[in-house]
């Protein structure tokens, strides 16, 4: 029979990471503690600069410059991570990186392994081998360069030199948004953060972080107010946020300390935002991928046994048949609802993830 004792006035501690008030008033009732002495530590690092860069459209044009940078630099390239708020959003950014670097997205570039991508993905729904093989790589010296990820990648994951987080639409609250920022500079070198939205994607967001992001002033007063209120403009202010750059009036070391974003100058040829390239498809590639899609709908078969095959799952022959046809064409969920018969989100990333 189990046995509790309790000792008038042990001692007790409750430690978290970044917290608010809010949090901090939870954290407090749910423990029944009383008069606790709250000791908090400022989350202001000074060694990351944010941006934010709102996109009206084209914002796939926000990724030239680490396209540009991982071709000319291979698994030399700084380790960024780009963070996704919806599985179609990491669909969409992991293909167009994938058909804008073409070759160039392996090292050596005419290798075809896994273990050669550059590219990473990782969101809670990935294979657990796909994702141990991400982080073992980013945790070394292996060859990952850019990962893909929800913000499964910030929670319980310790990177030392990631230089960039790209922020694909803001995060929901602020506190997601610093556990993500904070797997920047874990070395205490310079890092960047760069968040990049269009306004339709902040009607899911929290007040706090619509007024971070539409800040007038400095952008690292308006990300950290509600956690330290003494918070300040950094000096330099080149290295503070891009807000309080444009007032830095220290030139050499202004532009040395540059992020790569900032002066990157697109070509001609920059992208449109429209996937209109395609990818070669060997008679080979599109045996396996058959294969593989059969294998799928086999697996659902034996889950689903109402009605007919079709009827009960939806992933049918023709369905097959319209993305091996069309595999040299589909780069996104819109893609393959347009080309082809399927009526399932989740089918949709499944198909994605075997041509991928």
Request: hydrophobic share 35%.
């Amino acid at each position: 029979m189990p046995c509790f004792v309790f000792i008038k006035e042990t001692p007790f501690a409750a430690l978290t990471g970044t917290a608010d008030k809010e949090t901090c008033s939870v954290i407090i009732s749910k423990l029944s503690l009383k008069n606790p002495l709250i000791i908090q530590i400022s989350p202001n690092r000074d060694n990351l600069r944010f941006s934010v860069r709102e996109k009206k459209n084209a914002m796939f044009e926000e990724l030239e410059w680490l396209i540009e940078h991982v071709k000319s630099k291979g698994k030399s390239a700084c380790k960024t991570i780009i963070f996704c708020n919806t599985m179609n959003d990491i669909a969409c950014v992991v293909n167009y990186l994938m058909m804008k670097l073409g070759r160039n997205a392996h090292s050596p570039n005419d290798s075809y392994e896994q273990s050669d991508c550059l590219l990473g993905i990782y969101h809670s729904s990935c294979w657990q081998h796909s994702k141990d093989r991400v982080v073992e790589s980013f945790k070394d010296q292996g060859k990952v360069r850019v990962v893909v990820a929800s913000t499964a990648l910030s929670m319980g994951v310790n990177f030392t030199d990631i230089r960039y987080i790209d922020n694909w639409s803001p995060a929901r609250n602020l506190l997601d948004q610093h556990q993500e920022a904070g797997q920047a500079g874990r070395d205490g070198l310079a890092s960047h953060i760069l968040i990049i939205y269009h306004g339709n994607q902040l009607k899911d967001c929290e007040d706090d972080v619509k007024e971070f992001v539409n800040a007038k002033g400095c952008l690292r007063v308006a990300a950290y107010k509600s956690l330290d209120a003494s918070i300040k403009p950094q000096e330099p202010p080149h290295s503070c946020c891009s807000h309080c750059a444009l007032k830095c009036n220290c030139d050499d070391e202004c532009a040395s300390s540059a992020p790569l974003f900032e002066t990157f100058s697109p070509s001609n040829q920059g992208a449109t935002g429209q996937f209109s390239l395609s990818r070669p498809a060997c008679n080979q590639d599109k045996i396996d991928l058959r294969d593989s899609l059969n294998e799928v709908r086999d697996s659902l078969v034996k889950r689903h046994s109402v009605f007919d095959n079709i009827s009960s799952h939806g992933f049918s022959d023709q369905l097959i048949h319209d993305v091996v046809s069309n595999c040299h064409r589909i780069f996104t969920v819109n893609d393959l609802l347009e080309l082809c018969p399927v009526f399932s989100i989740s089918h949709a990333l499944k198909v994605l993830e075997i041509i991928q």
